[in-house]
């Protein structure tokens, strides 16, 4: 399992929308708690993840293990058994405007990243922010481990979210509970000048 955990984070993707000459790498931030009550559950604890002109709140995946990039403004989390692995990564816009994303424009530079992976459904992926698109790819990682990743994009006003979910095969239907409470939860907020 664990050379399979060594794979998942060596084949993570690190993908370029086409025209991405109107992104910028990710800004400083700043990765701090809040709670936050639930009608159903009570008081949860969401990650909020700050820069000097967003806010980002979210609810982590429950018991994976976090990592942060601040360079790269990605925040990512490994399962407990090592097998898979899920990220959060924001990419801002030079325009400070959202990007106006489709299908048909990702498409290309999904089949770039994952050679070989086939795009096995497109949907709409939905937040606390509003909503965005998401692939669902198969394909087989080394020539040995059948994998799936959940590429979620979600625009805001500033940029865009990238979300993954990568798992092999066997345990990509039961890591989707979590990406979707991350997706569900997920918040994209300006902050307020002072």
């Known amino acids: 399992m664990k050379q399979i955990s060594q794979l998942c984070v060596i084949g993570r993707w690190l993908l370029v929308l086409a025209?991405?000459?109107?992104?910028?790498a990710g800004e400083p931030f700043v990765l701090a708690t809040?709670?936050?009550?639930?009608?159903?559950?009570?008081?949860?604890?969401?990650?909020?993840?700050?820069?000097?002109?967003?806010?980002?709140?979210?609810?982590?995946?429950?018991n994976w293990k976090m990592g942060v990039n601040t360079n790269e403004a990605t925040v990512a989390w490994e399962s407990s058994d090592l097998s898979s692995l899920i990220s959060l990564k924001t990419v801002f816009s030079n325009n400070g405007r959202a990007p106006a994303i489709s299908a048909a424009q990702l498409r290309p530079a999904i089949r770039e990243h994952f050679a070989g992976a086939?795009?096995?459904e497109e949907f709409v992926a939905y937040t606390g922010s509003g909503e965005g698109l998401a692939f669902d790819l198969e394909y087989v990682l080394a020539g040995r481990f059948r994998m799936n990743t959940r590429l979620a994009y979600v625009p805001f006003n500033g940029g865009l979210v990238e979300f993954n979910?990568?798992?092999?095969?066997?345990k990509f239907?039961?890591?989707?509970?979590?990406?979707?409470l991350l997706l569900n939860s997920f918040r994209a907020d300006e902050r307020q000048r002072r």
């Open 19 to 24: 025209g991405a000459n109107s992104l910028a």
């Open 34 to 62: 809040r709670p936050v009550e639930v009608a159903e559950n009570g008081f949860v604890t969401n990650l909020v993840l700050y820069t000097a002109r967003h806010e980002f709140s979210f609810l982590p995946p429950a």
């Open 118 to 120: 086939r795009i096995v």
């Open 165 to 170: 979910l990568t798992a092999p095969t066997d």
């Open 173 to 180: 239907a039961q890591h989707q509970r979590e990406l979707g």
